[in-house]
């Protein structure tokens, strides 16, 4: 039997199941895709996207966002396929470095892919309490917002989330399922009941239907009064105040790499469905493609109605996506609507990253690789999910947001510092694969990107390096204490204290994902060994 299968080769691996393999191929792929929430992502940043290079550059940054994504995308599927375990970057890391640094590898990666998700929940619970208020801005011009307010609704999103993770787990398969259409719906693998497949179904449906509803009503209610063709589709004014135009468009593709953040979803759940090796790539490939085809004409769509941009840039709510709404629709109203079901749709992003990120936790948490990884690395034998580690991560997340009391700006970091480090835990070991070889570090596996592969990896990691720097860039000059950039503070500051944090607490105890000996990764026997134990177990 297959799942028999799947845990003989998790045990080989060092680890035993403990995880419920509850999700089907499709499910995994509806769960990734609204985390990624693409459509949802590039609505959350629209504003920045046209003060940097206008209605084009905002349009034709997603499509270079999105192929640049894809190829990087397409490496963390090959890492996965060959190392099918939760732990995603940090395991892989340790798998291929050579001895001498594989712990202090996986160490950093674990600890770069974590912060990263912290940062993305803090990104997303931090948006959608901006579109609360910008409702209420909406119908109340004269209300003053206080900074404790969207704090306030930033701690209540962030904790609905993990409830509705905790409570709502046994039914969070069929939940996710309902991101996509009913119509790819298929027999679920696991034994769930119709009605919660049913039940769950309504969230995606919704999503769905909200990304179709918005896009048309924005393209019929602007039919008579809408921005010209040649602004849409050819204007690419620079408002950055740098001097060249190709740097502020290349600002704007690092600001849509946003909207694809989280394609390595799947990775962290591979645990939890059948096959990992051969599907686990396809709930990585599949968010990108479907989130392209997406978000493009959604923001088509919103880049159209504009026609007042002034107006747009300097919003009193400061969420532009509501003023874009009302442009076309020159109704509170139906403003109001569309952007309430905009905000539960990327309410659905907040959910699935607190779904990945207790996982990735829990994952690293059994090898000891964070401090009191036993208390982490519990699964609640009643809801079957790492209660305590989706609790640490709504702890952190609600502290992290005590910043935008003092910092509006040093808050807004965030969302690049998180950009950098999920991207840069993604590239990392395709470093590492491309500094000691191909052949050398990945075992026999069933998604191969066979002679593409060199070419894939050293561009993956070329463009990571490349947006690494640009993050670190002002976004605006001249540089002002209202416009400063502080995601290197931030990404630098983390660093710090994760490096102090193994110097003096890990170094010398930390040694990595403890592996049995015959699937450790040894000076030029790791790919014989793998190999090996992997036609060894075919034949059981």
């Known amino acids: 039997m297959q799942k028999f299968q799947d845990d003989l080769e998790l045990e080989a691996r060092g680890y035993r199941r403990e995880m419920p393999r509850q999700f089907s191929v499709f499910s995994l792929v509806a769960l990734s895709f609204s985390l990624t ?32 994504t894809g190829i990087l995308s397409a490496g963390v599927a090959e890492l996965a396929s ?77 904790w609905l989330g993990v409830a509705l993770n905790t409570f709502g787990s046994q039914l969070l398969p069929t939940f996710n399922r309902c991101i996509c259409k009913q119509s790819f719906q298929r027999k679920p693998i696991l034994n769930c009941s ?11 449906f919704l999503a769905c239907t909200t990304l179709s509803a918005t896009t048309i009503t924005l393209f019929v209610c602007s039919r008579n009064n809408h921005a010209p063709a040649n602004w849409t589709f050819s204007d690419t004014t620079n408002g950055t105040g740098w001097k060249s135009d190709g740097l502020a468009f290349i600002l704007s ?40 085809v997406t978000a493009w004409p959604f923001a088509c769509s919103c880049m159209n109605a504009i026609v ?59 090898d000891n690789l964070m401090p009191f990884s036993n208390i982490w690395s519990k699964v609640h034998s009643g809801f079957q999910i790492p209660l305590n580690a989706l609790c640490l991560s709504g702890s952190v997340v609600s502290l992290y947001g005590l910043i935008f009391l003092g ?52 561009i993956a990691v070329v463009w990571v390096t490349f947006l690494d720097i640009l993050f670190f860039l002002p976004t605006e000059l001249p540089v002002t204490k209202g416009n400063m950039n502080y995601i290197s503070v931030v990404s630098m500051g983390l660093t710090s204290i994760v490096l102090a944090l193994y110097w003096f607490s890990k170094r010398g105890k930390y040694l990595g994902p403890q592996m049995p000996q015959e699937v450790q990764v040894n000076e030029g026997r790791d790919v014989e060994d793998e190999n090996e134990l992997s036609h060894s177990m075919k034949k059981q």
């Open 194 to 204: 119709i009605h919660s497949n049913m039940l769950f179904m309504i969230p995606v």
């Open 82 to 158: 060959a190392f099918p375990v939760a732990g995603a970057q940090y395991y892989w890391a340790f798998c291929v470095s050579s001895k001498e640094y594989r712990a202090f590898a996986s160490y950093m990666n674990g600890w770069l892919s974590i912060l990263g998700w912290w940062l993305a929940s803090a990104s997303a619970c931090n948006f959608i309490a901006s579109l609360i208020l910008s409702i209420a801005y909406l119908w109340y011009p004269d209300y003053e917002s206080q900074s404790w307010h969207q704090w306030l609704i930033y701690v209540g999103v962030t």
């Open 308 to 366: 007042d941009v002034d107006a747009v840039l300097n919003t009193p709510s400061g969420v532009p996506l509501i003023e874009i709404y009302y442009q076309s629709t020159q109704s509170k109203e139906a403003s109001t609507v569309l952007l309430a079901l905009f905000a539960f749709c990327f309410f659905g992003c907040t959910v699935a990253n607190g779904t990945t990120c207790s996982r990735t936790i829990w994952a690293v948490s059994r």
């Open 37 to 68: 929430c693409t459509w949802s992502g590039t609505g959350s940043s629209l504003g920045i996207s046209i003060k940097e290079a206008s209605a084009a550059g905002t349009l034709w940054s997603i499509l270079v966002a999105a192929v640049m």
């Open 253 to 292: 593709v690092s600001n849509a790499v946003y909207a694809f953040l989280g394609t390595d979803c799947g990775a962290h759940m591979c645990e939890e469905i059948r096959n990992p090796a051969k599907n686990a790539p396809k709930v990585i490939l599949f968010p990108v493609l479907i989130g392209l």
């Open 407 to 458: 910092s509006t700006n040093a808050f807004s970091a965030m969302v690049g510092a998180a950009v950098i480090f999920l991207q840069t835990s993604c590239a990392l070991p395709q470093l590492i694969v491309l500094w000691r070889g191909r052949d050398a570090t990945l075992p026999e596996r069933p998604f191969s990107l066979g002679r593409f592969g060199v070419a894939v990896n050293f």
